[in-house]
């Protein structure tokens, strides 16, 4: 009798790729997709633009220009095509490179395919915008506020001009957008960090004859990429925190059109960084970095300072005591956390200090009433949050009629706020803060006058990301 023989099916966990090979076709499929619509709403002669541009123009053969014809797939022109197709090909073959049996080279071919899908479909279509813009004008290919406004703040700035009293109705900002919403013509709703930091590589770019405000906001986002691993633990961790910061379908948009919410992401990261350099040295002087940059976080937009309760109990993270002692031992803590966020302090003060002094009515008047809609001037009702049941109910004449959203925003994110801190206390972890900040900064979003699409994209890092440290 013959003797029956099986074979043992290979395990679920090497039978299928990772996790981390799913997330990112996922993302890359909706970053170029979403980005391929964009460019197919707002860009309606991007194909004749890039044909007709010197450097882009020339990348591809005549004959395979003719081929393609005249109609094609979104977004509709032979350099973003194959863009396209290589990212892609890039994330197949990552997919195949993880079914892989365990090699010393598989991880570096991960690495390095990601990195490849990160230079097809965010960094290269950046570039392909920038050079644009270069050929077709400083209001063409860009966003408003992030790129044409803060390169004319940085001009203010290099000839002594105050950037928060000034008008922008002499600058390419006048030729962006809507006639009706052009309030932020007369306001610059940033703060300082934005424009002090570029203005060097702005000079630079003078010299050069080249300047886009998105090469900092690259280069930042760059070296964020580059150190958010080390936040996290474990292989498929640190290979999805660079996904989903990179690959961020929202954010990743943002990028290439130039928003500015990745540059204070990116100093975010910076800060954890280095706070995360002190728990594991135990060395000050990676505490006193961390503060410092976190300041600088603060004095680059508003957005970071609701980072600030937790954070500040982040630097107390060395002490056992805290969890102790309730909201009495809260308060306990405020003068040790106040001895240690000081770097954060200074540097704020030393940025923003000097625009008070110089014209506290203009820098209020821009960076607060103007986003709250007061004023002749005022920004407009906007955006996904809760303000549309205010204008779908009637309960304003118009999209810049007033509205207590401040009332909104107290009632719903004060509670959250007490919540958040008092578990921060009992559980003073990284990844913990950054989803209280997340959560924090959305409820706030939601009930204010505007929530815009960028603002989801921001909140979407700070949880993957939170998510991703809690898995230690």
């Known amino acids: 009798m013959a003797r029956r023989t099986t074979s043992t099916p290979l395990k679920r966990a090497s039978a299928l790729p990772g996790w981390d090979a799913l997330l990112l076709i996922l993302l890359t499929v909706a970053l170029v997709r979403i980005d391929s619509l964009a460019e197919a709403a707002v860009l309606p002669t991007l194909r004749q633009d890039v044909l007709s541009h ?92 992030g790129v044409i406004q803060t390169e004319a703040t940085i001009d203010f700035l290099l000839q002594g001009r105050n950037p928060y009293r000034e ?150 993270a060395d002490r056992a005591d805290l969890a102790a002692g309730g909201w009495m031992g809260l308060l306990r803590a405020i003068p040790a956390i106040l001895r240690r966020v000081w770097p954060a302090l200074l540097v704020f003060a030393l940025l923003v200090g000097p625009y008070l002094l110089w014209d506290a009515s203009a820098f209020y008047d ?35 009629g007033q509205w207590p959203f401040w009332l909104l925003e107290a009632v719903v994110a004060l509670p959250l706020l007490l919540w958040f801190v008092r578990r921060q206390q009992q559980n003073n972890q990284p990844g913990l803060a950054l989803w209280h900040y997340a959560t924090l900064l959305a409820a706030f979003f939601y009930t204010s006058r505007f929530l815009n699409e960028n603002y989801l994209g921001y909140l979407l890092a700070f949880f993957a990301l939170g998510y991703l440290m809690s898995e230690e």
């Not at 999805?240 to 690959?247: I, N, Q, R, S």
């Not at 986003?371 to 002749?376: L, N």
């Not at 920004?379 to 304003?396: H, K, M, P």
Request: net charge neutral.
């Open 54 to 145: 010197p450097l882009l123009g020339g990348l591809l053969p005549a004959a395979g220009i003719a081929a393609m014809g005249e109609r094609s797939p979104w977004p509709g022109e032979p350099v973003g095509l194959l863009l396209i197709t290589l990212s892609l090909s890039s994330a197949f073959a990552y997919l195949l490179v993880d079914l892989a049996r365990p090699a010393p080279w598989r991880s570096a071919a991960k690495w390095l395919l990601l990195a490849c899908v990160l230079t097809t479909v965010l960094f290269l279509p950046t570039l392909k915008l920038v050079l644009l813009r270069q050929q077709s004008g400083p209001a063409s290919y860009t966003h408003d506020g």
């Open 167 to 316: 008008e922008y109705t002499e600058t390419p900002m006048a030729e962006w957008g809507f006639d009706e919403y052009r309030t932020a013509l007369y306001h610059y709703p940033y703060l300082p960090w934005t424009f002090v930091f570029s203005a060097p590589f702005y000079l630079l770019g003078q010299v050069v004859g080249f300047y886009d405000q998105r090469l900092v906001y690259l280069l930042l986002l760059a070296i964020a990429l580059a150190l958010a691993p080390r936040l996290v633990q474990g292989e498929r961790a640190r290979l999805a925190a660079v996904m989903l910061l990179g690959l961020n379908p929202l954010m990743g948009l943002d990028v290439i059109f130039g928003q500015n919410d990745s540059f204070v992401l990116a100093w975010v990261i910076f800060s954890l960084v280095a706070w995360q350099q002190w728990r594991s040295s135990g060395q000050t002087k990676w505490r006193l970095v961390s503060a410092l940059l976190f300041g600088l976080a603060c004095a680059s937009k508003p957005t970071a300072w609701f980072f600030a309760p937790f954070y500040g109990l982040l630097l107390l």
């Open 366 to 400: 821009d960076v607060w009433r103007w986003s709250s809609g007061q004023g002749e001037t005022g920004y407009q009702i906007w955006g996904w949050g809760a303000s549309n049941f205010v204008l779908i109910l009637g309960l304003v004449a118009d999209r810049f």
